[in-house]
């Protein structure tokens, strides 16, 4: 009885110290946005600035290389709404395919497609490299956008659980109305998918959002650069760097990420549990 007194105090006690632990990298860096730049490593140890330094905001804002910073987060916008489309249309719909059609060799592709999963992304770098410029595509959004398009496995594997499932009754009975495969896809499954579409697309706005590796290989031009690689170039390693308007402009960075979670937390959780079920 003792136990189950203490029992409620002790756990919440807890999560509260592990989310302070978690969140406080994050508070160090909204603090260090209001301290000037040559004062936040040496007043490292302390977390709130002697001087709150508003002007870093404004300074971030105003952007580098000759734009302001709306410019970068225009660009990265543009970028994550055609990926996060294209990728959440492709693997639903591939998904469609693995879940419910019957075709030589399915089960093959499907544990091919899994072993995408363990394949390190460095290792086809360069042979994409190759290839896009080959196309004549660098300096441009094709490259990070277009390979979205043709599916993502991660995204695949949870909407094949989900489509599993799905009684296919409802498949037979649409089939009985008349509906064919794409009818059957767009009118039936693709509506019942709505929890692994909103997961898919938060995971997806979260990975191109944070992509810095993509941007740097293929854009060349700063009117194209993205928002991580504008915060990049705050730093310079031959004279001082800003570092005051680099956290301003990353807590900038992080609203639209953080606004994202608490408006479809709930579907992050849904999908993945109802993804993990398997009719």
């Given at each position: 009885m003792a136990?189950?007194?203490?029992?409620?105090?002790v756990y919440h006690l807890f999560a509260i110290a592990?989310?302070?632990l978690m969140l406080y990298p994050v508070l160090w860096m909204l603090m260090s946005s209001f301290k000037e730049s040559r004062l936040i490593f040496v007043t490292a140890e302390s977390l709130l600035p002697d001087k709150w330094v508003w002007s870093n905001y404004a300074d971030g804002w105003k952007g580098t290389a000759g734009y302001p910073f709306m410019t970068y987060i225009w660009n990265s916008l543009v970028i994550v709404v055609l990926s996060t489309i294209g990728a959440v249309l492709s693997s639903s719909l591939i998904a469609f395919g693995f879940a419910r059609l019957s075709f030589r060799g399915r089960n093959?592709?499907?544990?091919l497609m899994m072993v995408t999963l363990m394949l390190p992304h460095d290792?086809?770098?360069?042979?994409?490299y190759v290839i896009f410029t080959k196309l004549g595509w660098?300096?441009?959004?094709?490259?990070?956008?277009v390979p979205q398009f043709f599916g993502i496995p991660f995204f695949i594997f949870l909407m094949v659980q989900f489509i599993r499932t799905i009684p296919r009754e409802l498949d037979e009975a649409a089939t009985i109305d008349g509906c064919g495969k794409l009818r059957l896809y767009a009118r039936?499954?693709?509506p019942l998918l709505r929890s692994s579409l909103a997961t898919a697309a938060i995971f997806s706005f979260y990975w191109r959002w944070e992509d810095l590796l993509g941007p740097v290989l293929y854009l060349n031009s700063p009117d194209k650069y993205t928002v991580s690689m504008a915060l990049k170039m705050f730093l310079d390693s031959e004279s001082t760097s800003n570092w005051g308007a680099m956290?301003?402009?990353?807590i900038v960075s992080l609203v639209p990420v953080i606004a994202l979670f608490f408006a479809f937390?709930?579907?992050i959780v849904q999908g993945m549990a109802t993804s993990g079920l398997k009719g």
């Open positions: 136990w189950k007194t203490i029992k409620w105090p592990l989310a302070v093959l592709w499907f544990a290792v086809v770098l360069v042979p994409q660098l300096n441009s959004i094709a490259p990070i956008v039936i499954i693709l956290f301003a402009m990353s937390q709930k579907h």
